[in-house]
Protein backbone atom coordinates (compact mmCIF):
# COMPACT_ATOMS: atom_id res chain seq x y z
CA UNK A 1 0.00 0.00 0.00
CA UNK A 2 1.90 3.41 -1.11
CA UNK A 3 -0.96 5.59 0.06
CA UNK A 4 -2.76 5.98 3.21
CA UNK A 5 -6.60 6.07 2.27
CA UNK A 6 -8.67 8.73 4.01
CA UNK A 7 -12.23 10.52 4.53
CA UNK A 8 -11.87 14.36 4.82
CA UNK A 9 -14.44 16.55 6.22
CA UNK A 10 -15.18 19.56 4.00
CA UNK A 11 -18.52 19.87 5.01
CA UNK A 12 -18.70 23.53 5.09
CA UNK A 13 -15.66 23.93 5.01
CA UNK A 14 -13.09 26.56 2.19
CA UNK A 15 -11.36 24.32 -0.09
CA UNK A 16 -9.21 25.60 -3.01
CA UNK A 17 -9.77 25.21 -6.28
CA UNK A 18 -7.34 27.07 -8.60
CA UNK A 19 -8.02 27.33 -12.22
CA UNK A 20 -10.14 27.53 -15.42
CA UNK A 21 -11.74 24.79 -17.47
CA UNK A 22 -13.13 21.35 -17.33
CA UNK A 23 -10.55 19.95 -14.72
CA UNK A 24 -11.11 23.04 -12.13
CA UNK A 25 -14.96 22.89 -13.20
CA UNK A 26 -15.01 19.05 -12.05
CA UNK A 27 -13.02 19.76 -9.13
CA UNK A 28 -15.15 22.55 -7.98
CA UNK A 29 -18.65 20.16 -8.20
CA UNK A 30 -16.86 17.22 -6.33
CA UNK A 31 -16.03 20.03 -3.97
CA UNK A 32 -19.21 21.12 -3.62
CA UNK A 33 -21.32 17.90 -3.84
CA UNK A 34 -19.53 17.06 -0.06
CA UNK A 35 -20.61 20.48 1.09
CA UNK A 36 -17.38 22.69 1.02
CA UNK A 37 -16.88 25.80 -0.14
CA UNK A 38 -14.81 26.72 -2.98
CA UNK A 39 -12.57 29.67 -2.58
CA UNK A 40 -9.26 31.04 -4.81
CA UNK A 41 -5.93 30.59 -3.72
CA UNK A 42 -5.06 33.65 -2.00
CA UNK A 43 -8.31 32.33 1.13
CA UNK A 44 -6.05 32.04 4.06
CA UNK A 45 -8.09 30.05 6.10
CA UNK A 46 -8.42 27.01 3.32
CA UNK A 47 -6.52 23.77 4.33
CA UNK A 48 -6.41 21.56 0.56
CA UNK A 49 -6.25 22.50 -2.86
CA UNK A 50 -6.71 21.41 -6.24
CA UNK A 51 -4.51 23.35 -8.95
CA UNK A 52 -5.90 22.91 -12.20
CA UNK A 53 -3.82 25.10 -14.31
CA UNK A 54 -2.80 23.80 -17.67
CA UNK A 55 0.40 25.59 -18.11
CA UNK A 56 2.77 22.92 -16.23
CA UNK A 57 5.07 25.72 -14.97
CA UNK A 58 2.83 27.51 -13.35
CA UNK A 59 0.95 24.39 -12.13
CA UNK A 60 4.32 23.35 -10.19
CA UNK A 61 4.84 26.76 -9.10
CA UNK A 62 1.39 27.52 -7.29
CA UNK A 63 1.59 24.10 -5.97
CA UNK A 64 4.68 24.87 -4.15
CA UNK A 65 3.58 28.13 -3.08
CA UNK A 66 0.21 26.30 -1.72
CA UNK A 67 2.21 23.73 0.12
CA UNK A 68 4.73 26.36 1.54
CA UNK A 69 1.60 27.85 3.77
CA UNK A 70 1.08 24.58 4.95
CA UNK A 71 -1.88 23.32 2.15
CA UNK A 72 -2.62 19.29 1.45
CA UNK A 73 -2.38 19.99 -2.66
CA UNK A 74 -4.13 17.85 -5.34
CA UNK A 75 -2.49 18.78 -9.10
CA UNK A 76 -4.85 17.49 -11.74
CA UNK A 77 -3.04 14.89 -13.84
CA UNK A 78 0.40 15.29 -12.29
CA UNK A 79 0.14 12.71 -9.24
CA UNK A 80 3.92 13.09 -8.99
CA UNK A 81 3.14 16.66 -7.32
CA UNK A 82 0.16 15.35 -5.26
CA UNK A 83 -0.10 15.39 -1.88
CA UNK A 84 -3.28 13.59 -2.13
CA UNK A 85 -5.40 11.94 -4.82
CA UNK A 86 -9.12 11.80 -5.46
CA UNK A 87 -10.16 8.05 -6.00
CA UNK A 88 -13.82 6.76 -8.15
CA UNK A 89 -16.47 7.01 -6.38
CA UNK A 90 -19.70 4.98 -5.74
CA UNK A 91 -22.26 6.80 -3.59
CA UNK A 92 -24.01 5.25 -1.27
CA UNK A 93 -24.35 8.18 1.89
CA UNK A 94 -23.51 7.48 4.28
CA UNK A 95 -21.87 4.46 2.75
CA UNK A 96 -18.81 5.60 -0.08
CA UNK A 97 -16.37 3.67 -1.43
CA UNK A 98 -13.34 4.52 -2.98
CA UNK A 99 -11.68 3.06 -5.77
CA UNK A 100 -8.09 4.27 -6.43
CA UNK A 101 -4.95 3.54 -8.67
CA UNK A 102 -2.48 5.98 -6.79
CA UNK A 103 -3.06 8.37 -10.13
CA UNK A 104 -1.71 5.40 -12.46
CA UNK A 105 -5.10 5.73 -14.14
CA UNK A 106 -8.11 7.00 -13.58
CA UNK A 107 -9.80 5.43 -16.47
CA UNK A 108 -9.30 2.16 -14.39
CA UNK A 109 -10.58 3.17 -11.20
CA UNK A 110 -13.76 4.77 -13.34
CA UNK A 111 -14.06 1.11 -15.11
CA UNK A 112 -13.78 -0.64 -11.61
CA UNK A 113 -16.53 2.07 -10.27
CA UNK A 114 -19.21 1.08 -12.68
CA UNK A 115 -18.52 -2.46 -12.00
CA UNK A 116 -19.10 -2.26 -8.48
CA UNK A 117 -21.52 0.47 -8.38
CA UNK A 118 -23.88 -2.31 -10.40
CA UNK A 119 -23.63 -4.88 -7.62
CA UNK A 120 -24.28 -2.39 -4.97
CA UNK A 121 -28.16 -2.19 -4.24
CA UNK A 122 -29.87 1.23 -3.37
CA UNK A 123 -30.89 0.08 0.30
CA UNK A 124 -27.15 0.19 1.12
CA UNK A 125 -27.09 3.56 2.55
CA UNK A 126 -30.73 3.38 4.35
CA UNK A 127 -29.29 0.04 6.23
CA UNK A 128 -25.82 2.23 7.00
CA UNK A 129 -28.04 4.97 8.46
CA UNK A 130 -30.33 2.51 10.69
CA UNK A 131 -27.60 0.92 12.35
CA UNK A 132 -26.21 4.01 12.99
CA UNK A 133 -29.55 4.70 14.83
CA UNK A 134 -29.58 1.52 16.41
CA UNK A 135 -26.20 1.90 17.97
CA UNK A 136 -27.08 2.48 21.41
CA UNK A 137 -29.88 -0.58 21.12
CA UNK A 138 -27.04 -2.81 19.85
CA UNK A 139 -24.89 -1.98 22.83
CA UNK A 140 -27.66 -2.85 25.09
CA UNK A 141 -28.51 -6.25 22.86
CA UNK A 142 -24.91 -7.29 23.35
CA UNK A 143 -22.60 -5.21 25.84
CA UNK A 144 -19.77 -7.05 25.37
CA UNK A 145 -17.63 -5.89 22.44
CA UNK A 146 -16.63 -9.58 20.79
CA UNK A 147 -19.83 -10.61 21.47
CA UNK A 148 -21.35 -7.48 19.58
CA UNK A 149 -18.38 -7.81 16.91
CA UNK A 150 -19.48 -11.08 15.95
CA UNK A 151 -22.93 -10.93 16.01
CA UNK A 152 -22.66 -7.82 13.28
CA UNK A 153 -20.28 -9.74 11.30
CA UNK A 154 -22.72 -13.04 11.16
CA UNK A 155 -25.78 -10.80 10.51
CA UNK A 156 -23.72 -8.93 7.37
CA UNK A 157 -21.90 -11.87 5.90
CA UNK A 158 -23.13 -13.38 2.41
CA UNK A 159 -26.72 -14.69 2.96
CA UNK A 160 -26.98 -13.20 6.39
CA UNK A 161 -30.26 -11.22 7.75
CA UNK A 162 -28.71 -8.09 7.04
CA UNK A 163 -26.37 -8.99 3.65
CA UNK A 164 -25.32 -5.32 2.78
CA UNK A 165 -26.07 -6.87 -1.07
CA UNK A 166 -29.30 -8.47 -0.93
CA UNK A 167 -32.27 -7.58 0.27
CA UNK A 168 -31.99 -8.18 3.81
CA UNK A 169 -34.16 -7.74 6.49
CA UNK A 170 -34.90 -4.72 8.71
CA UNK A 171 -32.44 -3.68 11.79
CA UNK A 172 -34.77 -3.94 14.34
CA UNK A 173 -36.35 -7.52 13.62
CA UNK A 174 -32.84 -8.37 14.04
CA UNK A 175 -31.96 -6.94 17.31
CA UNK A 176 -35.49 -8.56 18.13
CA UNK A 177 -34.42 -11.91 17.54
CA UNK A 178 -32.71 -14.46 19.94
CA UNK A 179 -29.86 -15.49 17.61
CA UNK A 180 -26.36 -14.81 19.07
CA UNK A 181 -23.16 -14.86 17.90
CA UNK A 182 -22.28 -17.98 16.32
CA UNK A 183 -18.43 -18.90 16.04
CA UNK A 184 -15.81 -18.83 18.49
CA UNK A 185 -13.26 -20.92 19.57
CA UNK A 186 -10.59 -22.39 17.66
CA UNK A 187 -10.44 -23.17 13.62
CA UNK A 188 -7.55 -24.65 12.01
CA UNK A 189 -7.29 -23.59 8.03
CA UNK A 190 -5.00 -25.78 6.10
CA UNK A 191 -3.40 -23.90 3.44
CA UNK A 192 -3.13 -24.88 -0.66
CA UNK A 193 -0.37 -21.93 -0.94
CA UNK A 194 1.11 -19.16 0.08
CA UNK A 195 -0.63 -17.18 -2.72
CA UNK A 196 -4.09 -15.12 -1.41
CA UNK A 197 -5.89 -16.00 -4.77
CA UNK A 198 -5.65 -19.32 -3.67
CA UNK A 199 -8.13 -18.87 -0.11
CA UNK A 200 -11.19 -20.70 -0.19
CA UNK A 201 -14.24 -18.04 0.04
CA UNK A 202 -14.71 -19.73 4.12
CA UNK A 203 -10.92 -18.88 4.40
CA UNK A 204 -11.08 -15.68 3.85
CA UNK A 205 -14.71 -14.74 5.33
CA UNK A 206 -13.02 -16.29 8.60
CA UNK A 207 -10.24 -14.13 8.71
CA UNK A 208 -12.07 -11.48 7.90
CA UNK A 209 -13.82 -11.86 11.32
CA UNK A 210 -11.16 -13.28 13.36
CA UNK A 211 -10.63 -11.58 16.39
CA UNK A 212 -7.25 -13.75 16.64
CA UNK A 213 -4.79 -15.23 13.88
CA UNK A 214 -2.48 -17.71 14.76
CA UNK A 215 0.16 -18.34 12.28
CA UNK A 216 3.12 -20.56 11.22
CA UNK A 217 6.36 -18.69 10.59
CA UNK A 218 5.54 -20.41 6.55
CA UNK A 219 2.86 -18.36 6.09
CA UNK A 220 3.37 -15.62 3.74
CA UNK A 221 2.83 -11.78 5.16
CA UNK A 222 0.32 -11.37 2.21
CA UNK A 223 -1.73 -14.31 3.36
CA UNK A 224 -2.18 -12.06 6.96
CA UNK A 225 -2.98 -9.29 4.78
CA UNK A 226 -6.59 -10.84 4.21
CA UNK A 227 -7.49 -10.54 7.93
CA UNK A 228 -8.96 -8.00 9.79
CA UNK A 229 -6.94 -4.83 9.94
CA UNK A 230 -7.15 -4.81 14.23
CA UNK A 231 -7.20 -8.87 14.82
CA UNK A 232 -4.24 -9.96 17.00
CA UNK A 233 -1.31 -11.82 15.58
CA UNK A 234 0.32 -14.44 17.26
CA UNK A 235 2.96 -16.17 15.38
CA UNK A 236 3.37 -19.98 16.13
CA UNK A 237 0.45 -22.79 16.84
CA UNK A 238 -1.96 -21.94 19.50
CA UNK A 239 -0.93 -22.90 22.98
CA UNK A 240 -3.46 -24.01 25.83
CA UNK A 241 -6.92 -21.66 25.70
CA UNK A 242 -6.74 -19.48 23.27
CA UNK A 243 -8.35 -15.69 23.69
CA UNK A 244 -11.42 -14.73 23.51
CA UNK A 245 -13.44 -14.82 20.53
CA UNK A 246 -12.94 -16.23 17.24
CA UNK A 247 -9.08 -17.99 17.18
CA UNK A 248 -8.08 -18.98 13.36
CA UNK A 249 -4.78 -20.71 13.07
CA UNK A 250 -3.24 -20.71 9.51
CA UNK A 251 -0.74 -23.19 8.66
CA UNK A 252 0.39 -24.53 5.01
CA UNK A 253 -1.26 -27.76 4.30
CA UNK A 254 1.78 -30.81 4.39
CA UNK A 255 2.38 -31.64 0.44
CA UNK A 256 1.09 -35.26 -0.82
CA UNK A 257 3.37 -37.47 -2.49
Do not use: H
Not at 63 to 78: I, K, M, P, S
Request: charged residues 30%; aromatic residues 4%; negative net charge.
Amino acid sequence: MQQLPLFVNVDGRKVIVAGDGAAADAKRRLVKRAGGVCVDEDDVDARIAFVAVDNPGEAEALADQLRARGLLVNVVDRPELCDFTTPAIVDRSPVLIAISTGGASAGMAKALRQRIEAMLPARLGALASAMASAREAIRTRWPDPTDRRAAIDCAFEDGGVLDPLADGGAVDDWLAANEGPTEAGLITIDLLSNDPDDLTLKAARLLGRADIVWFDTEVDPAILDRARADAVRRAGAPEGDCLAGLNVYLRLAPEKG
